[in-house]
């Protein structure tokens, strides 16, 4: 049943099926949605700002917070998210709009996710997509009314045009990001993460033999001066790879797009000021010193494993299968597995940034199972080998029955789980 089901699933043609996840993610987010409660006050500080700048222009003072930055200094870092409310807070009533906003944007961003692995041509893509519609945490998030239910879409799609070196787009889009969310400078840092991942390969690939090869006859003083020479060798070219005219170029276009968004800009050249705060929060960790919002505190280990229990677990068995088929995989699997780790280092140091892991444990996972599909054995084969390290007294339709029971009862109960669990505390909001 459930190839099948998998098999009718990789048979919807593109055009069928992404509109189907949209439809579905709608779906998902407004049940989602409490009424006439936030779960986050930040939701009405949106609000309030899109509707006054809407009626009156744009807000240059911000008098009501005298123990924070904006009493002498305000400006709009989410000016791009205002503009984009704007006409759903004209359509219904105000907070309802951001609501209907918020189902939106959340939506696009999974689609965003769901385009992408279709994009790669990922195998069952559609199981990535179900990870993500029931990740509780990445549906908490996604459902409050904020900039990051568009801005995690915006990422996920800007580290395609990364990839893809399109140059032009990425342009725009560094632009376009600058105004909507001060995540932006997520884009240089992915770029600079898959730039190194791609340089290194190629110095492996180009010198990665020894350039002494008979070391076993050298003194201890030979080796190391040896060793030494081949270090600075890969390091130079290490260098002249990441240096390289494509990626400078590459550099170029993000950074020239963030210059466009914070120059050609109204709150310009006030919100150079806010930089040196944009970057000391990415940072520093607050809390040690105030008292934050509890997006900023870190996730436990152990919570965070039981929070997003499938995403995890798929994510640990594609590293293993990773390491064993290491020689098929590209620099793509390579910088999105990477930068999976940063985010989970991130993700443990301040839980909001569980918005990032959970989509890229995703795109990790299913970008290794595809480079690694070709040396993966055939499905009879995997079983008739598992079968044959049984006990005797345990048989194959035991263990496959039990298999089914667990795949058919026990992980749509904790993929519904996840789906209650965010809507469990959507609902603990302010009215």
Same mark, same amino acid.
């Given at each position: 049943m459930v190839r099948f089901l998998l098999n009718l699933w990789s048979t919807v043609s593109l055009r069928a099926a992404l509109p189907l996840v949209f439809i579905v993610s709608l779906a998902v987010f407004s049940y989602l949605q409490p009424a006439a409660k936030f779960a986050d006050p930040d939701s009405f500080y949106h609000t309030w700002l899109t509707i006054t700048s809407r009626d009156n222009g744009l807000v240059r003072d911000f008098p009501w917070t005298q123990s924070s930055l904006y009493k002498d200094i305000f400006i709009d870092h989410h000016l791009g998210y205002h503009l984009l409310l704007i006409p759903f807070v004209s359509l219904w009533p105000d907070l309802v709009g951001l609501q209907a906003a918020t189902v939106v944007f959340a939506s696009l961003t999974i689609l965003a996710c769901a385009w992408l692995l279709r994009r790669w041509r990922v195998p069952w893509w559609g199981v990535g997509v179900l990870l993500l519609l029931t990740a509780g945490p990445l549906l908490f998030r996604l459902s409050l009314g904020k900039a990051p239910s568009l801005g995690l879409g915006v990422a996920v799609v800007g580290y395609y045009l990364i990839t893809e070196r399109k140059l032009g787009w990425l342009f725009w889009w560094?632009?376009?990001?600058?105004?909507?969310?001060?995540?932006?400078? %997520?884009?240089?840092?992915?770029?600079?993460?898959?730039?190194?991942?791609?340089? $290194?390969? %190629?110095?492996?690939?180009?010198?990665?033999?020894?350039?002494?090869? +008979?070391? *076993? /006859? #050298?003194?201890?003083? *030979? /080796?190391?001066?040896?060793?030494?020479?081949?270090? &600075?060798? =890969? !390091?130079?070219? /290490? #260098? @002249?790879?990441?240096? !390289?005219?494509?990626? &400078? @170029?590459?550099?170029?276009?993000?950074?020239?797009?963030? #210059?466009?968004?914070?120059?050609? +800009?109204?709150?310009?050249?006030? +919100?150079?000021?806010?930089?040196? *705060?944009? /970057?000391?929060?990415? #940072?520093?960790?607050?809390?040690?010193?105030?008292?934050?919002?509890?997006? =900023?505190?870190?996730?436990?280990?152990?919570? %965070? $494993? $039981?929070?997003?229990?499938?995403?995890?677990?798929?994510?640990l068995l594609a590293t293993v299968a990773a390491v064993a088929t290491r020689k098929q995989q590209t620099s793509l699997s390579r910088t999105t597995w990477l930068l999976t780790v940063i985010f989970l280092l991130y993700t443990l140091r301040a839980r909001r940034q569980v918005e990032y892991l959970a989509p890229w444990l995703v795109l990790s996972s299913g970008l290794i199972l595809r480079d690694a599909w070709s040396k993966i054995v055939s499905v009879k084969r995997f079983w008739q080998d598992f079968v044959s390290w049984l006990p005797k007294w345990l048989s194959g339709r035991f263990v496959l029955g039990f298999l089914g029971l667990y795949l058919a009862v026990l992980v749509p109960w904790g993929l519904w789980r996840g789906v209650q669990s965010a809507r469990a505390g959507l609902g603990q909001g302010l009215p």
């Open positions: 560094s632009w376009f990001f600058t105004w909507l969310y001060s995540a932006w400078p %997520l884009l240089i840092v992915m770029a600079l993460v898959y730039v190194a991942v791609e340089s $290194a390969g %190629l110095v492996a690939n180009d010198n990665g033999k020894l350039i002494i090869s +008979n070391s *076993q /006859f #050298l003194n201890k003083s *030979q /080796f190391i001066n040896s060793k030494i020479l081949e270090i &600075r060798n =890969w !390091s130079l070219e /290490f #260098l @002249r790879n990441f240096l !390289s005219a494509p990626n &400078r @170029r590459l550099f170029g276009s993000i950074l020239l797009g963030y #210059l466009a968004g914070l120059i050609i +800009n109204p709150y310009f050249p006030t +919100n150079l000021l806010y930089l040196k *705060q944009l /970057f000391v929060m990415a #940072l520093v960790a607050y809390r040690k010193f105030i008292s934050v919002g509890g997006e =900023w505190y870190p996730y436990s280990p152990t919570e %965070l $494993a $039981a929070n997003l229990a499938y995403p995890i677990l798929i994510w």
